[in-house]
């Protein structure tokens, strides 16, 4: 904790300070980021998205405790996993738990199409489903085709996501372990083409950073603007790793 909150705070007035979006903290570690942000005294208080890793009936009690110390956390999302049966009474609770003004963020499990049925519901519900990309094991690392079915609902839906794990580098590879990630530089192409009827599938598979760099450039202001409001935030454990990867593409 002491390490993410010096890195975050020090991104926060560095360079780069505009890409830097919301801490991430769960809800379980939430007592070890206060007892670190009352050690180095933030100049303003730190933009929050809390992850609730306690189930949904520790929500209140954790929004209570962040708005509690408004001195040092400004509490702007909260992200949760969804049941595998995701319905109208579960949305409602949500609704109910996290303040109108906080965004809520919310991740059906991933299989088949009752997946894109949940996805669909947290659209309808005014929430921003979540997409995983990446994991410990294969089954974290959706298909390219999973992942375009998914931009498919979304970008049909008006709303933003948010997408999370793997995505450390801008163009998709495979690791050492054999992984293949998703590059974040991919999902902003795909989400371009999906919001004008284009091959998506296409822009997740490729390879080419050179072309998916020149395609990215040649987004017009208003197309720059549609995607940034579909494809809203992701969630990085490094924000050195992406600003590196934007500056060697020339995209900073």
């Known amino acids: 904790m002491p390490d993410a909150v010096r890195g975050h705070l020090d991104g926060r007035v560095g360079e780069w300070s505009g890409v830097m979006g919301l801490f991430l903290c769960p809800a379980s570690r939430l007592a070890e980021l206060i007892t670190e942000l009352i050690k180095v005294k933030p100049a303003k208080p730190v933009a929050l998205s809390l992850v609730i890793d306690t189930g949904l009936g520790g929500v209140p009690k954790a929004v209570s405790i962040v708005e509690s110390r408004s001195e040092l956390l400004a509490l702007r999302m909260v ?22 003004d906080v965004i809520r963020v919310v991740e059906p499990r991933r299989g088949g199409s009752e997946w894109l049925d949940g996805v669909r ?57 054999g992984f293949t990630h998703h590059g974040f530089l991919n999902l902003l192409v795909a989400t371009a083409r999906s919001l004008s009827g284009r091959d998506v599938r296409e822009a997740l598979a490729s390879t080419d950073a050179e072309a998916l760099t020149a395609e990215a450039k040649a987004l017009s202001d208003q197309a720059a603007h549609a995607v940034r409001g579909v494809f809203a935030s992701y969630g990085s454990c490094s924000l050195a790793e992406p600003i590196a990867d934007l500056e060697e593409l020339g995209l900073l």
């Open 79 to 100: 992200e949760m996993p969804a049941p595998s049966d995701v319905d109208e009474v579960w949305l409602e609770r949500v609704s109910e738990f996290v303040p109108e």
């Open 121 to 177: 519901r947290v659209i309808e519900h005014g929430s921003w489903p979540k997409l995983r990309c990446g994991g410990l094991s294969q089954e974290n690392f959706p298909s390219v085709d999973e992942v375009a079915d998914f931009l498919s609902v979304v970008s049909g839906g008006g709303v933003a996501f948010k997408a999370t794990a793997g995505l450390h580098k801008a163009v998709r590879h495979t690791d050492e372990q």
